[in-house]
């Protein structure tokens, strides 16, 4: 849906015209349309712009997570930006990961998006989406998994502190965080599907746990990982964006704001 040259898909439509559509900027028909090539055994790959994604949400929901059809779908622009409030990027998480049978998967670098994207074509079971990375992420990392049928937790290990740092967070905030404390890191890999065995392996080991996330915080990961460890002891700071619409306040005043700099998680880190 919309523009090509978003996505890159210039060379594919020049090269594979018989494997390309183009629905123009028609998101309701552009998932439509992948669900019932899904339906008739096709493998349709959507690219999708996180910030009119709405505009899609009743066939994202009842075409394709009802049915629970494998379409794979790459969305970009998801994250926190300086643009206006009608260009954000920040609640396709919490649209797409609270529908059931959707898994959605989000890498820290190109070598895992590979992975991820090679594994969700791959699979016939069920809607995986895709977080394509809006910030610099590194293109030399290694992908650890071929398999995400069953999330598993990327863990560097360091002592009382964790941080869950999902997809661009890793790099973004996540590493910087972790050094200043001497904390374990660990990305996710799932903005919504939970890898208990390690949360409550974590729980055990750390007195308290932060996640980060390149997204809305109502309704987002980090509540996910609270909801689990409530009964634990263990305390856990969840980061991301206020549920407020921003208009072209530059991206360094919203993460100042939402108190999402290293300086700013460590002093509150150490306070708790």
């Not at 930006?81 to 396709?92: A, E, M, N, V, Y």
């Not at 998994?145 to 999330?151: L, Q």
């Amino acid at each position: 849906a919309a523009i090509p040259g978003v996505f890159g898909l210039d060379e594919i439509k020049n090269n594979y015209p018989e494997n390309y559509h183009d629905v123009g900027i028609a998101e309701q028909e552009s998932v439509a349309f992948a669900a019932g090539m899904a339906k008739e055994g096709a493998v349709p790959v959507l690219f999708e712009n996180s910030t009119f994604l709405q505009r899609a949400f009743d066939q994202l929901s009842h075409d394709v997570a009802a049915n629970d059809l494998p379409v794979v779908m790459m969305v970009a622009g998801g994250g926190m930006s300086g643009t206006s409030k009608t260009h954000l990027g920040i609640f396709d998480q919490v649209m797409i990961s609270n529908l059931p049978n959707w898994i959605y998967l989000a890498p820290t670098n190109l070598a895992e998006e590979k992975a991820m994207m090679e594994w969700a074509i791959k699979q016939k079971k069920h809607p995986v989406a895709i977080k394509m990375p809006t910030k610099r992420v590194p293109e030399n990392g290694e992908s650890i998994a071929s398999d995400y049928s069953e999330i598993k937790y990327q863990i560097k290990p360091g002592k009382d502190v964790a941080i869950l740092a999902l997809g661009d967070m890793c790099d973004m905030l996540g590493k910087g965080v972790a050094d200043k404390l001497g904390a374990t890191l660990v990305n996710p890999v799932s903005a919504n599907i939970l890898d208990k065995d390690a949360l409550d392996k974590l729980a055990d080991k750390n007195k308290v746990i932060v996640t980060l996330e390149d997204n809305v915080l109502d309704g987002g990961f980090g509540e996910k990982v609270a909801s689990y460890l409530g009964d634990k002891d263990v305390k856990v700071l969840n980061y991301g964006q206020k549920r407020v619409y921003t208009d072209q306040v530059p991206l360094k005043e919203i993460l100042k704001d939402n108190r999402m700099t290293v300086d700013q998680i460590v002093k509150n880190v150490k306070n708790a």
